[in-house]
């Protein structure tokens, strides 16, 4: 019981560390776009992040359930502790790696792509649910094109009642509507991307036989909400410096028809409890808004460094995952 206690201990640390790097990993997504057009300074803009993921956070937990028991049976899985253990060292290496480098990845993908490469590892492809599973990657996989068409949708509208107004004071005035959208897509990132360390120590209170049911204890979201302000407080610079301005030249008006737009598929995926990418959303949006505004602006090559990235980040961190699993086992069980 006391090595259990021990691992589970370790797992709850190891995935408060993960909700921090993702609150200074894909925050930066939330404000890189009221940053990038100075409606916000970079100090305020990462305070105002901070407080609204932290409401957003403690707001639901559909989605940290979906994590507890979609992917994967918590009471049946064998070496839960040590699976979910290498699942959050994986995500945990993967975020860094491409923090570091300045690709807006996702934690999503990350995290979800590792729990499943850990399971596997541990007992085959039969330890997936795959009727859940599936669900999560094909809103994953749609979410990304729906944003894009959101965003191309309501940045056209935005051309048409805008169109005979002078750009200069359009542009002044929708900079104070984009404190508005930041804090409001501040809040959405967190009531979706901080579910997914409640979910995952949930996962690991069943799976070591602490918990019963896949309900998320109030110190779970306090601690996680708390975890994912702390890391954005701490801000992601060179992510906000691609997204804010690597993908294309956001002017305030198509600011907020990004935000606005990742607003809506957040929002909409936190409500149905399906965990999304975060990351994807934003940067499909953007993408959407440029196109939208002129083909030719859109930076394509960043655009598809980004995409590549994203296809590539499952696999792989289900691969490290596994590879952790083995290591883990062979010294700890």
């Not at 839960?80 to 570091?100: E, F, K, P, Q, R």
């Not at 936190?270 to 602006?297: D, E, Q, Y």
């Not at 696999?315 to 086992?329: D, G, M, R």
């Amino acid at each position: 019981m006391e090595g259990m206690l021990f691992i589970t201990v370790v797992i709850v640390i190891a995935a408060l560390a993960f909700d921090l790097i993702n609150g200074f990993h894909d925050t930066a997504n939330a404000i890189a776009t009221s940053v990038s057009t100075k409606a916000l300074k970079p100090k305020h803009a990462i305070i105002l992040a901070a407080v609204m993921n932290f409401v957003g956070a403690i707001s639901f937990t559909g989605v940290a359930k979906t994590i507890t028991k979609d992917i994967v049976d918590p009471f049946s899985l064998p070496h839960g502790d040590l699976v979910i253990l290498a699942a959050l060292i994986s995500a945990i290496t993967w975020n860094l790696v491409t923090w570091y480098f300045g690709i807006p990845s996702s934690s999503s993908h990350a995290l979800i792509g590792s729990i499943a490469g850990g399971a596997i590892a541990a007992a085959g492809f039969g330890a997936l649910e795959y009727k859940g599973f599936l669900t999560i990657v094909i809103g994953l996989i749609a979410s990304p094109f729906i944003a894009f068409g959101v965003g191309y949708l309501i940045y056209s509208i935005f051309k048409i009642f805008l169109k005979n107004l002078n750009l200069s004071s359009t542009n002044r005035r929708f900079r104070y509507i984009q404190v508005g959208t930041a804090a409001l897509q501040s809040y959405t990132h967190g009531t979706n991307d901080a579910q997914k360390s409640m979910g995952i120590i949930t996962l690991a209170l069943i799976a070591n036989g602490f918990q019963h049911t896949d309900d998320v204890q109030l110190w779970v979201q306090v601690s996680c909400a708390i975890a994912m302000a702390v890391g954005t407080s701490i801000g992601g610079w060179k992510i906000i410096k691609t997204v804010g301005g690597k993908i294309m030249k956001i002017k305030p008006v198509s600011g907020v028809a990004a935000d606005l737009s990742s607003v809506i598929i957040i929002f909409g995926a936190t409500f149905i409890h399906l965990p999304v990418s975060t990351t994807h959303v934003i940067s499909s949006s953007i993408l959407g808004v440029g196109t939208a505004h002129r083909v030719k602006g859109v930076k394509w090559d960043t655009a598809q460094r980004m995409i590549t990235t994203w296809v590539i980040t499952l696999p792989i961190s289900a691969a490290i995952a596994a590879a952790i699993y083995f290591v883990l086992k062979l010294f700890l069980a």
